[in-house]
């Protein structure tokens, strides 16, 4: 496949302002109240009592619908970084892209479980073992520990995608196509056949990712209106087997991120907001801090009996000024890096 190096796809930036919009809110508004359990497992705090009439009810999955446009938007722009830079160079592209970042956020996570052992009744349960297996991301799984940020799996997800296609795209003599194909058996098999593992939970997302790769192939003339649908309901039903939830409500979740993702490739200017694209310049930083931190605050201001959506208003503020912060000092210039270091293996 021939490069293309002026390639934009613009509704992608309104498209992850809104993913993320839809998974910071779904924390706040949904899984701090309903999960507390959980929550006061991750923190290490006592469960959140009262507060029965906090948060509101949707008939679907907010952080579903956010997570499948975040898919969906790496299967459309990761084909593209491989036809323009090669394996080599995007791997060293990604690493500064993702890691960096992430490591930035991990120290405000852990700070925040610090201050949250300060609290009544709560305690420090933080392990050498749960930094080092947060530190390598993609490797969490095998060196083991707690997890201490309830949203990093989808960044694992994203870097065994991002090995996984660009090994193939190496081995298939840099054919974006036929390293699809190359890895669709291999995910079957994996998913389906061999020993139940962790990894099955990683790998089952990739035909998710790769339904949006087919929309690249089609916005770039690489495959005509026939193949593109086929490809993508074909993808989307691999999805569905391969992951075997039984949950029809969670894959109609997932189904509404693939729709506002079709509409907004469609229709570029359904997202094309500007509340959206500011949101999306700072998602990933906003991301990796979002979580534990707003959690934190959530629980914090609970103490003193502030009213539901004052907190999670506040929390919305906080987490949004420390992910600026990230994105500002750490995230823009550890890119820059990145495209240096990239640029001299051209």
Same mark, same amino acid.
């Given at each position: 496949?021939?490069?293309?190096?002026?390639?934009?796809?613009?509704?992608?930036?309104?498209?992850? !302002?809104?993913?993320?919009?839809?998974?910071?809110?779904?924390?706040?508004?949904?899984?701090? &109240?309903?999960?507390?359990?959980?929550?006061? /497992?991750?923190?290490?705090?006592? =469960?959140?009592?009262?507060?029965?009439?906090? +948060?509101?009810?949707?008939?679907?999955?907010?952080?579903?619908?956010?997570?499948? *446009?975040?898919?969906?938007?790496?299967?459309?722009?990761?084909?593209? +970084?491989?036809?323009?830079?090669?394996?080599?160079?995007?791997?060293?592209?990604?690493?500064?892209?993702?890691?960096?970042?992430? &490591?930035?956020? *991990?120290?405000?996570?852990?700070?925040?479980? &610090?201050?949250?052992?300060?609290?009544?009744?709560?305690?420090?349960?933080?392990?050498?073992?749960?930094?080092?297996?947060?530190?390598?991301?993609?490797?969490?799984?095998?060196?083991?520990?707690?997890?201490?940020?309830?949203?990093?799996?989808?960044?694992?997800? /994203?870097?065994?995608?991002?090995?996984?296609?660009?090994?193939?795209?190496?081995?298939? !003599?840099?054919?974006?196509?036929?390293?699809?194909?190359?890895?669709? =058996?291999?995910?079957?098999?994996?998913?389906?056949?061999?020993?139940?593992?962790?990894?099955?939970?990683?790998?089952?997302?990739? =035909?998710?990712?790769?339904?949006?790769?087919?929309?690249?192939?089609?916005?770039?003339?690489?495959?005509?209106?026939? /193949?593109?649908?086929?490809?993508?309901?074909? *993808?989307?039903?691999?999805?569905?087997?391969?992951?075997? &939830?039984?949950?029809?409500?969670?894959?109609?979740?997932?189904?509404?991120?693939?729709?506002?993702?079709?509409? !907004?490739?469609?229709?570029?200017?359904?997202?094309?907001?500007?509340?959206?694209?500011?949101?999306?310049?700072?998602?990933?930083?906003?991301?990796?801090?979002?979580?534990?931190?707003?959690?934190?605050?959530?629980?914090?201001?609970?103490?003193?009996?502030? =009213?539901?959506?004052?907190?999670?208003?506040?929390?919305?503020?906080?987490?949004? !000024?420390?992910?600026?912060?990230?994105?500002?000092?750490? /995230?823009?210039?550890?890119?820059?890096?990145?495209?240096?270091?990239?640029?001299?293996?051209?």
């Amino acid at each position: 496949m021939s490069q293309q190096p002026h390639i934009r796809f613009d509704f992608a930036d309104g498209l992850r !302002g809104l993913a993320m919009l839809a998974v910071v809110l779904f924390h706040y508004t949904q899984t701090f &109240w309903f999960r507390r359990d959980r929550i006061a /497992e991750v923190m290490g705090v006592p =469960p959140l009592p009262g507060y029965d009439g906090a +948060s509101f009810v949707l008939p679907f999955n907010l952080g579903a619908v956010g997570v499948g *446009l975040f898919l969906l938007i790496s299967g459309l722009l990761i084909p593209l +970084s491989l036809t323009r830079m090669g394996a080599l160079r995007f791997a060293v592209s990604r690493f500064f892209r993702i890691y960096p970042t992430y &490591w930035a956020g *991990l120290v405000v996570t852990v700070a925040a479980l &610090w201050l949250a052992a300060q609290l009544p009744g709560a305690a420090w349960a933080v392990t050498p073992r749960d930094v080092l297996g947060h530190v390598s991301i993609a490797l969490i799984d095998w060196i083991g520990g707690r997890n201490i940020d309830p949203v990093m799996w989808t960044l694992k997800v /994203e870097l065994w995608f991002y090995a996984m296609l660009g090994m193939a795209f190496a081995l298939t !003599g840099r054919r974006i196509k036929w390293a699809i194909w190359l890895l669709l =058996p291999l995910l079957v098999w994996l998913c389906r056949f061999a020993p139940v593992n962790d990894f099955q939970t990683i790998v089952c997302y990739f =035909p998710l990712m790769f339904a949006g790769s087919w929309v690249y192939f089609y916005q770039t003339g690489h495959a005509g209106r026939v /193949e593109t649908v086929l490809h993508f309901i074909g *993808l989307l039903a691999l999805y569905v087997w391969l992951t075997g &939830w039984g949950n029809p409500g969670l894959y109609a979740s997932y189904g509404i991120g693939v729709a506002l993702f079709v509409a !907004g490739a469609l229709w570029p200017q359904l997202v094309a907001l500007p509340l959206l694209t500011r949101v999306a310049s700072v998602s990933y930083a906003w991301y990796v801090c979002h979580a534990t931190v707003g959690y934190l605050i959530l629980f914090t201001l609970a103490q003193y009996g502030t =009213p539901w959506w004052a907190m999670v208003a506040i929390a919305l503020a906080v987490t949004w !000024g420390i992910a600026q912060a990230i994105h500002r000092w750490v /995230e823009l210039p550890t890119q820059r890096w990145g495209k240096v270091l990239s640029d001299k293996l051209k």
